[in-house]
């Protein structure tokens, strides 16, 4: 089709991203709507184009300023190709008449809860900081499980990896089984404004001083944070997680490092407010040892050749295929 070589923005983006409100790009603002590509019998609009690409335009608009234009214009080019390959996906799903029950999509999605530590009530406040219903997410999650069975189906069986090839891949990747430093901390958060007063910024100390009592006179720190907390995490009890150094603010970084399991910090400020830490559990930095690291090795390299078959079909359904683009 004469598109070239692009580089991809991956599926997860796209599915993060499918926000209600379009992008008002400047440039084009006088167009409602229109065919951004033709492939096949359908059709991909150009609000499509823009609501799959908003979080990705908003956060280059921000970086780049009155130079974000051209940079816009490639990121929708490419995010169109994903587009393009997905429609094509679908047309494949729909004629194989593959599907995904809703059994499935409730397991996966409680994985994704498993995985990232969070309540069904934290999951949706998530999607709705982004604009996306909980029933659009479930929509989501079946469509990824169903382009899932078409990748097992058109990628032919992997060839064996040997022990060699694993040890290899152990050896020139030693970097990937250095596992750096990580707490797992929750927190009670006094936000304050950034042009708060005096006032208003020895109030919330007050605050967070007062919930600091009651953490050292043995009260639940969950308990505290859900009362004290106006934190996103409040609901949580002010669970975070894991992090590791270089992940949060550097004031809160360097008081949550100081800290033993168990033990709660003083009131701590930061740019977004005063901050109440307790670290629940340490994990010391270490080198995962190849005897542990072989069979997500194994499967690994199992997993790159069945994308580099799959990749090879991909490109011919798109080279059997009628494509136009229009962007």
Do not use: C
């Amino acid at each position: 089709m004469g598109e070239g070589h692009t580089r991809r923005l991956p599926f997860r983006i796209l599915w993060a991203g499918l926000l209600a409100a379009s992008f008002a790009g400047g440039a084009r603002a006088e167009i409602i709507d229109g065919v951004a590509a033709i492939v096949n019998d359908d059709v991909i609009t150009i609000s499509e184009v823009d609501e799959a690409g908003a979080p990705i335009y908003r956060e280059i608009q921000r970086r780049y300023g009155d130079d974000a234009q051209a940079e816009i214009a490639q990121a929708r080019r490419e995010v169109l190709t994903q587009l393009v390959d997905q429609k094509l996906m679908e047309q494949v799903i729909k004629r194989y008449e593959i599907t995904a029950s809703d059994t499935e999509v409730d397991l996966a999605i409680n994985d994704v809860k498993k995985q990232n530590g969070i309540t069904q009530e934290g999951l949706e406040r998530a999607l709705t900081k982004e604009g996306i219903s909980y029933e659009e997410y479930r929509e989501q999650v079946r469509s990824q499980i169903e382009r899932t069975k078409l990748v097992s189906r058109q990628a032919r069986t992997p060839g064996k990896v040997t022990d060699d090839q694993v040890k290899k891949y152990y050896d020139e990747h030693a970097g990937e089984f250095k596992e750096a430093e990580q707490i797992k901390v929750r927190h009670i958060l006094i936000p304050i404004a950034p042009n708060a007063t005096a006032e208003q910024k020895a109030q919330a100390r007050k605050k967070a001083e007062e919930a600091l009592v009651q953490v050292k006179a043995g009260r639940d720190f969950g308990a505290l944070a859900k009362k004290y907390s106006t934190g996103p995490t409040a609901a949580e009890g002010g669970e975070l997680g894991w992090i590791s150094r270089g992940e949060t603010l550097p004031e809160f970084e360097a008081a949550a490092f100081l800290l033993s399991k168990g033990q709660t910090s003083d009131v701590v400020e930061t740019k977004l407010g005063f901050h109440v830490i307790q670290v629940e559990d340490q994990r010391p930095s270490r080198t995962v040892g190849f005897e542990k690291a072989k069979s997500s090795i194994r499967n690994k390299l199992g997993q790159d050749q069945v994308e580099s078959q799959f990749g090879d079909w991909m490109k011919k359904l798109r080279d059997n295929a009628y494509i136009e683009k229009k962007l």
